[in-house]
Nanobody
Framework: QVQLVESGGGLVQPGGSLRLSCAASGFTFSRYAMSWYRQAPGKERELVAAISSTGGSTNYADSVKGRFTISRDSAKNTVYLQMNSLKPEDTAVYFC?????????????WGQGTQVTVSS
C-alpha cells in the first residue's frame, strides 16, 4: 500500500522556520522524483520545490528561491522541505508528491497534506 505521510506543519511567526517531512512507503523510493506543492484557500495548487530521483537536481518556485530547501534521505525514504524566512503568503496546505516510471506506467502519488500557517 502506497503511503506518503507529511508532518511538521504548524503555526509560525513571520520570519520563522519550519521543516516539513514526508515519509514514503509502499513503492521504490529511489525511482521517484519527489516534490512539494502547496494550496492556499481559493487558489490553485502550485509547485513549490522538486528533487530528482537521485537527489542531484532540484528546482524551486521563484517565490521561495533562497528561502526553502528540498532534500531527500534514501535510507529513510523521506523527503524534507526546510522553510526559512517564512512570510504570511506562505500560508497554505503543503502536499508531498511522488512521480516516477514504475510497473510499466507513470505513477503519481499524493500525501494528505499538512497545514502551514504564518501569522503573528
Amino acid at each position: 500500500q502506497v503511503q506518503l505521510v507529511e508532518s511538521g506543519g504548524g503555526l509560525v511567526q513571520p520570519g520563522g522556520s519550519l521543516r516539513l517531512s514526508c515519509a514514503a512507503s509502499g513503492f521504490t523510493f529511489s525511482r521517484y522524483a519527489m516534490s512539494w506543492y502547496r494550496q492556499a484557500p481559493g487558489k490553485e495548487r502550485e509547485l513549490v520545490a522538486a528533487i530528482s530521483s537521485t537527489g542531484g537536481s532540484t528546482n524551486y518556485a521563484d517565490s521561495v528561491k533562497g528561502r526553502f530547501t528540498i532534500s531527500r534521505d534514501s535510507a529513510k525514504n523521506t523527503v524534507y522541505l526546510q522553510m526559512n524566512s517564512l512570510k504570511p503568503e506562505d500560508t497554505a496546505v503543503y502536499f508531498c508528491n511522488a512521480k516516477g516510471w514504475d510497473r510499466g506506467a507513470t505513477q503519481n502519488y499524493w500525501g494528505q497534506g499538512t497545514q502551514v500557517t504564518v501569522s503573528s
